[in-house]
T-cell receptor, first 111, second 112 residues
Framework: TQLLEQSPQFLSIQEGENLTVYCNSSSVFSSLQWYRQEPGEGPVLLVTVVTGGEVKKLKRLTFQFGDARKDSSLHITAAQPGDTGLYLCAGARFGNEKLTFGTGTRLTIIP | DTAVSQTPKYLVTQMGNDKSIKCEQNLGHDTMYWYKQDSKKFLKIMFSYNNKELIINETVPNRFSPKSPDKAHLNLHINSLELGDSAVYFC???????????FGPGTRLTVT
């Protein structure tokens, strides 16, 4: 059973367009993270959100944690080829040190 | 100055062999992890050590045995390799049992 489902699984868009990636669960998380992974490398942490309803911005990337702490979204404005990669959300449950990773979204930005 | 390093980067071996993957971190963290990423890119935790003590041991075949000689190192030994063990194995570290984890570059294991 996948605790964290990401959608879409694959996304290919033109440079300059906007996009949103979703991370959904029926479980409540104490915090949620987003990572980007490029081919041949390990995941790199982009952001951690810890408060329900929290919004964090990282340049053209906007991350939101759902009010009920069960879901999150990543919005990219004016996508660039450098945004290409595998985006992974990961959640930590209360009282559990283990990170559960989402199913991943493979994003391709076409120049 | 690599924060989390793994060796080897690539490992190709035959079924039935025994192999080891090494991980070292120079971040001063006290917690280290092994993850397995399958062909569909799903990343799943296998083990975690905090101050050389095993704290997470997921449902992993006992052919996999982690060893942490000190806080900066976490090695993974795999006995009697099977085709299904083919994957990319990532080492990660964190300070305390925190969720902010730093990942190594991965070891791509191919069992033929």
């Amino acid at each position: 059973t996948q605790l964290l489902e990401q959608s879409p699984q694959f996304l290919s868009i033109q440079e300059g367009e906007n996009l949103t990636v979703y991370c959904n669960s029926s479980s409540v998380f104490s915090s949620l993270q987003w990572y980007r992974q490029e081919p041949g490398e390990g995941p790199v942490l982009l952001v951690t959100v810890v408060t329900g309803g929290e919004v964090k911005k990282l340049k053209r990337l906007t991350f939101q944690f759902g009010d009920a702490r069960k879901d999150s979204s990543l919005h990219i404005t004016a996508a660039q080829p450098g945004d290409t990669g595998l985006y992974l959300c990961a959640g930590a449950r209360f009282g559990n040190e283990k990170l559960t990773f989402g199913t991943g979204t493979r994003l391709t930005i076409i120049p | 100055d690599t924060a989390v390093s793994q060796t080897p980067k690539y490992l190709v071996t035959q079924m039935g062999n025994d192999k080891s993957i090494k991980c070292e971190q120079n971040l001063g963290h006290d917690t280290m992890y092994w993850y397995k990423q399958d062909s569909k890119k799903f990343l799943k935790i296998m083990f975690s050590y905090n101050n050389k003590e095993l704290i997470i041991n997921e449902t992993v075949p006992n052919r996999f045995s982690p060893k942490s000689p000190d806080k900066a190192h976490l090695n993974l030994h795999i006995n009697s390799l099977e085709l299904g063990d083919s994957a990319v194995y990532f080492c990660a570290s964190s300070q305390g049992r925190g969720v902010v984890q730093y990942f190594g570059p991965g070891t791509r294991l191919t069992v033929t």
